[in-house]
Structure formats: structure tokens, C-alpha cells
């Protein structure tokens, strides 16, 4: 499991300093690309020498606890599933400090991510070097 750690800015809470529920979205999203990038894939280069790019087709996002201004937290990245054009993650937003107490997971998201072309936007198949070197956690 990939771990990525997090902290909450007061930019990414609601008026009463708690982590405003699209931006796990975004933690997640930066843990993934993290993840990406501790294969050695950066995404840019995958869009200009590759000709692709990924986006999210869907994701189911549970809330659990709230995250709090200053929280330190951790995102963790699990590859499910990986197919011809499409990848499914499982991640976890989990606070490691002390306040929330450590290790309580506070979020959960399924998130399937389609490869597509990066001009036509279209499906198009993960290239074959990066879809034998990303190893799936079963």
C-alpha cells in the first residue's frame, strides 16, 4: 500500500474547520499521482510522449470522520484492478496524529480511472510499459 502524507490547510476547510468534502477528493487525486510518480510515470510526459491522459470515470466516496484545520494526514493508494484502458483504486484518508486519534480512517473512495487519448479524449489502451510495471494489491 502507498501512503502519501497531507496536511490541511486552512484553504481546504468550511467556515467551522472541517475538511470540506470535495477536497478528499483532491488528497486523493494527489496520492495517486504521487503513486504514479513513485513508478517513475509523470503525467505530463505521459501526455506528450504517450498521447494519454487519465480521468475519473467514477468514484464512490464514503465520509466517516471529519478532518480539521492543521490535521496531519495520510492518503493511501491500493490498485485494485487494472485492464486494458481502465485502473480501480481504493483509498483511504487516515489521520495518523493524535487528534483525530491515530489511525482512524475518515474517508474511503472506489475510484475507476479510464485512459484516455489525450486529443481526442477517447478510451484508448494504457500503454504497455506502464501497465506492466504498476503492480495491483489483491
Not at 15 to 38: D, H, I, P, Q
Not at 64 to 74: E, H, I, M, T
Amino acid at each position: 500500500m502507498f501512503l502519501w502524507p497531507v496536511r490541511v490547510y486552512y484553504e481546504d476547510t468550511d467556515s467551522g474547520g472541517v475538511v470540506y468534502y470535495a477536497n478528499y477528493m483532491k488528497f486523493m487525486e494527489r496520492a495517486r499521482t504521487e503513486w504514479l510518480r513513485g513508478y517513475g510515470f509523470e503525467q505530463d510526459d505521459l501526455a506528450k510522449r504517450e498521447g494519454i491522459i487519465f480521468a475519473v470515470r467514477s468514484i464512490d466516496v464514503e465520509y466517516l470522520r471529519p478532518a480539521r484545520f492543521n490535521d496531519l494526514l495520510q492518503v493511501s493508494v491500493q490498485l485494485k484492478e487494472k485492464g486494458a484502458a481502465t485502473m480501480k483504486f481504493f483509498q483511504q484518508v487516515i489521520s495518523p496524529g493524535t487528534n483525530p486519534p491515530p489511525g482512524d480512517v475518515l474517508c474511503t473512495g472506489a475510484v475507476r480511472l479510464a485512459c484516455l487519448d489525450a486529443t481526442t479524449l477517447r478510451p484508448r489502451r494504457i500503454p504497455e510499459p506502464l501497465l506492466t510495471e504498476i503492480v495491483c494489491d489483491r
